[in-house]
């Protein structure tokens, strides 16, 4: 854990000092034995998260229509997770037989992916969709939200320049939310070190290496100073970190992954709600408030879980020409069509 604070904080010049602090001279407390376990505090007196946690799950952002309610039986869950479990075996078994030049062959192998082998465990009850507000499990976009939605994906199809493409395609914050807020798991790259000092919390996300810094107590910046990842002020409540994040850059509007895909006005607000429930566990809860897009505000409930496994340093399109053969690749098809 000491390396990678070290490392993190050279990134993060702003904290360098306090994340050092941090790292040295927080003590953890070890859980007692029986129910009556205490969360850990920091030396100055505030809940403990540090550590690395992953949200990684095969619950979606939304319900299934095969899934009529919010909480699954043990049986229904046991259904549903053999199910994805063959449903990744398959992807790996090639088409069999010599393949022409050009044939599909599909895209990532498992070797790639890491979206977790369970649903969500929430207060001991099995999850069908993150989403628990509305009861139905869907996002609730309005018809004005739909549009917008709908513009933008269509937008994603412009190839004739970078700009148009996502944030997360082109290596500047995650897909499909990962890194929030809400943060919302994807794929692959679900884990996330937290490191907190007196005045901050800093959360550090494996997927594009964001890092958000939270602000306890802060004011907020200027209006007209959207972050990539919004502006998030945070305060404590009893034993729950509360975030309250607005201002949004307006190319996060769109949030795509394979697994979901979600449409945010840059005037959004989204407040979350980091409890520590266990000593490998915090609850995270989210609500999304936008009125511009949504008819409704939507809440959402993802378990944190914390793991040993080293976070390692992310790398995208640093280096090497994606992005740049895909708007060649659109030259050539253009060039064909004429």
């Not at 205490?38 to 690395?52: N, R």
């Not at 809400?182 to 890092?211: K, R, T, W």
């Not at 429930?277 to 409704?296: C, G, H, K, N, R």
Request: net charge negative.
């Amino acid at each position: 854990m000491v390396v990678q604070a070290s490392v993190f904080c050279k990134a993060a010049s702003a904290v360098v000092f306090l994340c050092l602090l941090t790292v040295n001279f927080t003590s953890f407390a070890n859980e007692p034995v029986g129910t009556s376990w205490q969360a850990p505090s920091t030396f100055w007196g505030v809940p403990d998260f540090q550590g690395t946690w992953t949200n990684a799950t095969i619950t979606g952002l939304e319900r299934p229509v095969s899934l009529k309610t919010l909480v699954l039986t043990p049986e229904e869950a046991t259904g549903v997770e053999r199910w994805t479990a063959k449903f990744y075996e398959s992807i790996d078994k090639l088409p069999e037989g010599d393949l022409q030049a050009g044939a599909d062959v599909g895209g990532y192998n498992t070797f790639w992916m890491d979206p977790g082998r369970r649903l969500a465990r929430v207060r001991g009850e099995i999850h069908s969709s993150l989403i628990v507000d509305p009861t139905n499990g869907k996002l609730p976009y309005s018809t004005q939200g739909w549009t917008m939605l709908t513009k933008r994906l269509l937008l994603f199809q412009n190839v004739d320049n970078p700009e148009t493409r996502l944030l997360g395609e082109r290596c500047i914050v995650g897909f499909g939310s990962s890194g929030g807020p809400p943060m919302l798991p994807v794929l692959y790259n679900n884990f996330y070190q937290i490191v907190q000092s007196p005045g901050f919390v800093v959360i550090l996300v494996e997927m594009n290496h964001d890092a958000r810094i939270v602000r306890i107590g802060g004011t907020r910046l200027p209006k007209p100073i959207r972050p990539w990842l919004g502006d998030s002020v945070g305060r404590w409540d009893g034993h729950t970190l509360v975030v309250e994040t607005t201002q949004f850059h307006r190319g996060q509007n769109l949030r795509a992954s394979l697994r979901h895909r979600i449409y945010m006005s840059p005037d959004a607000k989204v407040v979350e709600r980091f409890t520590r429930v266990s000593s490998d566990e915090i609850l995270y809860e989210f609500s999304v408030d936008d009125p511009a897009t949504y008819t409704q505000t939507w809440k959402g409930e993802v378990p944190m879980l914390q793991t040993s496994d080293p976070l390692y340093e992310y790398a995208c399109h640093e280096g090497n020409y994606s992005l740049t053969s895909i708007l060649a690749g659109a030259r050539q098809a253009d060039r064909e069509a004429q």
